[in-house]
């Protein structure tokens, strides 16, 4: 360990080579080299501070929506695990990038605050429910989201307005750099009944369409424009192709879970095929939604 690990571990667990398929729930990727998972928002703060402006730095929520390479990460992952207040006041609701969406969307019905019932079906993380503007059931996180509190790297801190961040579908443009420490939702008023009867009707639906027994990542394409990335897959006679531990899940075209013992590598190949033959037959170039990590190069 040399300067800046040292002091980095002195604000927290820092692990040399923590393996990332323990944190993405496909369950696949090799080690970070280092991983770190600041206390709280002035740890963090003081972490990014601390790295040099030549280590890589990837934020890590839940993991839902990541595919981490085989070969691993060759800088610092942050998790954002421990940040983890929410407070509401009124009809807003701040809460920290660790946040559980589930755990939010509980504590908005709990508060009779509806326009986040969704999160109760999508597994990720605030920050990266920001990051990714989550949705779901016609709602996603830009309809409600009034500010992000971002840090950049050398530590500087800034609350950015909603509008600032560009949403669109599963995208929000941060500044380059930038982590999101917390987030602030403004909320309508309804019934805490009529709210939680909503998230269970939208949960219900997701039980008997997805495969949840399995690791996956959720949605692997977007969905191209006035068609769907499951239709064209399972049209294009892929489902429940299956690529080393990797599968093409036959409950869900638009999902790959891992059968046990799966690579990163047996995944990518499902998409690169899945676009192949979507391209090929129907003309039309699916674009994943999943955050793919390049490998070292
Ligand atoms: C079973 C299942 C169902 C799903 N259903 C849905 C759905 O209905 N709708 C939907 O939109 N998604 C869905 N997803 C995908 C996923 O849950 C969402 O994209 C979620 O927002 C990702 O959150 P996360 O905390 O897991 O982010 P991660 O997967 O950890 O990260 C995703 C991206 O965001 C970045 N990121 C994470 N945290 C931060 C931060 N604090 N600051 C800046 N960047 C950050 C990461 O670097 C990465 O690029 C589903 C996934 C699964 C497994």
Redesign the pocket.
Known sequence: MSGWQRELAALGELRADEPLARH??LGVGGPARWFFRPGDRAALVAAMRLVPADVPI?????????LPPDEGFPGLVLD?GELANLRVAGREIEAE?GVR?GRLARAAAEAGLAGLE?MA?????V??????N???FGQEVADTLQWAEVVLRGGETRRLDARELDMGY?RAR?PDG????AAGFALTCDAPEAIRERMRSMRQRRGAT?P?AQP????VFKNPDGDYAARLIEAAGLKGLCIGGARISEVHANFIVNEGGATSADVRALIARAQAEVAARFGVRLEPEV?ILEGRS
Do not use: E, H, I, K
């Open positions: 993405v729930t990837l934020p890590l929520g839940r993991g839902s929506n990541l954002m990038a969406m969704f079906t999508v597994p990720g993380d920050g990266g429910g920001v990051a990714m989550a949705g779901a599963r941060l930038a982590l999101v420490m997805q949840l996956n990542c959720g949605s955050r």
